[in-house]
């Protein structure tokens, strides 16, 4: 049984290496508060984490971290539900609120298991879901889930969108759902457009705001807030910007308390330990009191988008942080990243089925904690290898 089990996964792999989409893991040492990284022993700059503010590597964050974990224990010991509820989740769960200008929130694990959680749980049988074509896989995997139906809309297009709604009016509720930021195309939902067509057509409107968390709106407050509108669910990532692990949910007094009872991947899960959710509250406090933070990503990330635009390459996104430039064929798409690589910069490849066939790409990513000469370096890198490989 083992035997034959093994010959069918080989064969399985055997085929995602024909398609030149195997993945392997890469061993990363961070020097998390440089912006650099040695990848299996060799320093690179690092070009495409998630740690836009640098905060994953903050010494304040790793103190206040230990002092919680030297009284609390590294693990939580169980469910918030039963066992594994301290004083700091609540305290983050105060804190989360008070940031997004919320009522109450609810802390998951991840924010993997809070998409799944909260979709899931809202959205059921005799529901619609409305759900952008570039959503990320945790939202995708709510909707499966939650048993509604579920109608995907063109990226970001409201006429779409509108015919959608217009379509779907027997149902009993529905459900927009976007990513704020989205994760490997760097652009911004429409959430003015969204939130009007939302209002007009009597829909519940859940935007997941993992990349834009700490990094647009008032001191980072978001998305919604970067647009003057207000959505009934934020679902968000400590693991990004915060620079920590879990995931959170965002919204009224009642939803919280349903999603409490009846999220599955919040009931059933283990707690975080303590002493994250001390370090997050430290992070958003950070976040709130220094805007700089923001301004500095801001500046960097304006250069080298303007900068690589310039050379010619094919830059996708607005605004935001993430930089993704589109190389097109897998195979070009690795070899870009290698050569990258040889040239000092780490930033790995993205393909299918992460996006489209034929739009494989560089995800470059800007941190506060990257200085004026990384920028620098990263356009050179860029420019040397768009030239070899004939992308420029
Ligand atoms: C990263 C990401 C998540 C998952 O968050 P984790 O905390 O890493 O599980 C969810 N949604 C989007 C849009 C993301 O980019």
New binding site residues.
Partial sequence: MLRRATDWLAREVDQIKGQNLYRQLRTISPSVQSGRSLVEGKENIMASS?NYLGLAGDQRLTDEAVKVMKEYGVGSTGSRLTTGNTIWHEKLEKRIAEFKKKEASLVFS??????VGVISSLAGEGDMILSDQY??A??IDGCRLSRAQTNIYRHVDMEDLQAELIDSQHYKRRFIIT?G???MDGDMAPLFEIKALADKYDAYVIV?D??ATGILGKNGRGTADHFGVSVDVI?G????SIGT???FVTGTKSLIDYLRNRARSFVFQTALPAGTMAAAIKAIDIIESSPQLQHQLQNLTYRLRKELLYYGFDVKGEQTPIIPVLIGDSNKAMKFSRELENNGVFAPAIRPPTVPQGESRIRLTVMAIHTEGDIQKICQAFYKVGKKLEVI
């Fill in positions: 998630n991840s924010g993997y298991l809070a998409n959503n990320h945790s939202i990513d930021v989205f994760s997941d993992a990349h679902i990532t400590l693991s990004k692990e879990g995931g």
